[in-house]
């Protein structure tokens, strides 16, 4: 039986790995995914500089006429930085590997990214640095299938079904940069703070040290359930006084972060790239949005929608980063199905089926 329930678990899991490789091998380095690659190589230097993309000239990186805004203002504007404005915790944990495949460019074992012209061809480099982002992404549902059978038994292997009708939004989890850590440190907390684990804390910390902004703002829901969480945000204190001493601007983060804003046409992206429709978000808003009638009895799960809400939708429409949306849809549906009851009035239907 424990067999079974295993494999119950395991079956969309593999469906979810073997759609996300499927979408990756059309799928050249992302722009953002080259700068964490980039920062990840060259550490303890967080310099960024737009040259990336116009001197070293990666051919399928390179930016390329008919985008919605001025891009190359916009790569000034997010990536001529002296100090890249996210701390850089998740670059020196990917640092081994990328050290790794780094080492075997340089003796010829795989091209170099900029080698690459190819415009629908995953690099070699890109496949072995997106399997981590996957790994990340199984471990997060991992935990979140821990966490929700802790707290509602068997309901949590329904954590899969929000998945399942959006599925193309997979093709954001992949990627290799900030995101996939921060959504896993994310998880990891809420499964630690359920089992009253001090790590907790520790991992708090690891949180709000992968990615600033919705990083910081990932710590409200954990505050809802245990406000000493709080003190997680100390741990950005060497960071913040990094960037004073290489910037000489104690709100540099805030100067950088504002003339970004103007630059966003996101309104032209939701509506050209279709996101809505070609990704079953209605079905998934079908499924999940209800959790907000028990918002009493799950503040910080609502309190995670909204935040994830505002970053697929507010920040600059983008697959990558309404993705985000799997996580949460994972753990409130199951939520909102036991409050239901359905597993027990299924059973009766069925027995009185039986009994016919």
Same mark, same amino acid.
């Given at each position: 039986?424990?067999?079974?329930?295993?494999?119950?678990? &395991?079956?969309?899991?593999? *469906? #979810? !790995?073997?759609?996300?490789?499927?979408?990756? /091998? %059309?799928?050249?380095? @992302?722009?953002?995914?080259?700068?964490?690659?980039?920062?990840?190589?060259?550490?303890?230097?967080?310099?960024?500089?737009?040259?990336?993309?116009?001197?070293?000239?990666?051919?399928?990186?390179?930016?390329?006429?008919?985008?919605?805004?001025?891009?190359?203002?916009?790569?000034?504007?997010?990536?001529?930085?002296?100090?890249?404005?996210?701390?850089?915790?998740?670059?020196?944990?990917?640092?081994?590997?990328?050290?790794?495949?780094?080492?075997?460019?340089?003796?010829?074992?795989?091209?170099?990214?900029?080698?690459?012209?190819?415009?629908?061809?995953?690099?070699?480099?890109?496949?072995?640095?997106?399997?981590?982002?996957?790994?990340?992404?199984?471990?997060?549902?991992?935990?979140?299938?821990?966490?929700?059978?802790?707290?509602?038994?068997?309901?949590?292997? &329904?954590?899969?079904?929000? *998945? #399942? !009708?959006?599925?193309?939004?997979?093709?954001? /989890? %992949?990627?290799?940069? @900030?995101?996939?850590?921060?959504?896993?440190?994310?998880?990891?907390?809420?499964?630690?703070?359920?089992?009253?684990?001090?790590?907790?804390?520790?991992?708090?910390?690891?949180?709000?040290?992968?990615?600033?902004?919705?990083?910081?703002?990932?710590?409200?829901?954990?505050?809802?359930?245990?406000?000493?969480?709080?003190?997680?945000?100390?741990?950005?204190?060497?960071?913040?006084?990094?960037?004073?001493?290489?910037?000489?601007?104690?709100?540099?983060?805030?100067?950088?972060?504002?003339?970004?804003?103007?630059?966003?046409?996101?309104?032209?992206?939701?509506?050209?790239?279709?996101?809505?429709?070609?990704?079953?978000?209605?079905?998934?808003?079908?499924?999940?949005?209800?959790?907000?009638?028990?918002?009493?009895?799950?503040?910080?799960?609502?309190?995670?929608?909204?935040?994830?809400?505002?970053?697929?939708?507010?920040?600059?429409?983008?697959?990558?980063?309404?993705?985000?949306?799997?996580?949460?849809?994972?753990?409130?549906?199951?939520?909102?199905?036991?409050?239901?009851?359905?597993?027990?009035?299924?059973?009766?239907?069925?027995?009185?089926?039986?009994?016919?």
């Amino acid at each position: 039986m424990k067999r079974l329930k295993f494999l119950i678990w &395991l079956f969309p899991l593999l *469906i #979810f !790995v073997v759609t996300m490789y499927n979408q990756m /091998i %059309y799928v050249p380095m @992302w722009q953002d995914e080259y700068v964490f690659y980039r920062i990840t190589s060259q550490l303890p230097n967080l310099e960024v500089t737009t040259d990336w993309f116009y001197v070293d000239n990666p051919k399928t990186l390179t930016p390329s006429d008919g985008f919605p805004v001025d891009r190359k203002e916009l790569f000034h504007i997010i990536y001529d930085m002296p100090i890249y404005m996210h701390s850089p915790l998740a670059n020196y944990i990917s640092y081994p590997i990328v050290r790794v495949v780094n080492l075997m460019a340089d003796n010829g074992t795989l091209p170099r990214i900029e080698n690459s012209n190819e415009l629908h061809v995953q690099e070699p480099i890109t496949l072995i640095l997106r399997l981590v982002s996957i790994v990340l992404f199984c471990l997060s549902m991992w935990l979140i299938y821990k966490l929700l059978k802790r707290k509602i038994g068997d309901y949590a292997y &329904l954590y899969s079904i929000p *998945i #399942f !009708v959006s599925i193309n939004l997979l093709g954001g /989890i %992949y990627n290799f940069y @900030w995101d996939a850590f921060m959504l896993f440190f994310f998880v990891l907390t809420l499964y630690l703070m359920e089992r009253k684990s001090k790590w907790a804390y520790l991992t708090g910390c690891f949180l709000v040290n992968t990615k600033l902004v919705i990083g910081i703002a990932l710590l409200i829901p954990l505050i809802i359930k245990n406000k000493k969480m709080a003190f997680t945000l100390l741990s950005l204190i060497p960071f913040y006084i990094a960037t004073v001493v290489v910037t000489h601007d104690p709100l540099y983060l805030i100067h950088h972060l504002f003339p970004q804003t103007s630059q966003y046409s996101w309104m032209y992206m939701f509506w050209t790239n279709n996101i809505i429709w070609h990704n079953g978000l209605i079905l998934f808003a079908i499924l999940t949005i209800p959790i907000f009638y028990y918002a009493k009895k799950y503040p910080e799960y609502i309190a995670t929608f909204v935040i994830l809400l505002f970053y697929a939708f507010g920040l600059g429409v983008s697959l990558e980063k309404i993705s985000s949306l799997l996580y949460i849809g994972a753990l409130v549906f199951p939520l909102f199905i036991y409050e239901l009851k359905l597993f027990p009035k299924i059973k009766m239907a069925w027995n009185t089926v039986l009994a016919k």
